[in-house]
């Protein structure tokens, strides 16, 4: 978990941005492998909000009958 929240089109704003430096090659050995850690914190971060997410759209479930739908309280296993 990152240490701050962050919103999730911010990480991914700004892992698209470490992509771009990394290829450009114009990065030094030792800011490359800063930059390497902190897209990979990221990334996990970003799946850990997607998963969360996921879980959460799961529990949207179709009352039995009625057609309509209801939001269950997410509860992790």
Excluded at 47 to 59: F, G, V
Aim: charged fraction near 45%; hydrophobic fraction near 35%; charge should be negative.
């Amino acid at each position: 978990m990152m240490k701050t929240e962050i919103k999730f089109e911010t990480a991914l704003a700004r892992i698209e941005k470490l992509v771009q430096e990394l290829e450009s090659g114009e990065v030094a050995l030792e800011k490359m492998l800063e930059k390497y850690e902190e897209g990979t914190r990221l990334i996990r971060y970003c799946l850990e909000k997607l998963n969360d997410a996921e879980l959460k759209i799961k529990k949207l479930t179709e009352e039995q009958g009625t057609g309509e739908f209801k939001l269950e309280p997410f509860e992790e296993e």
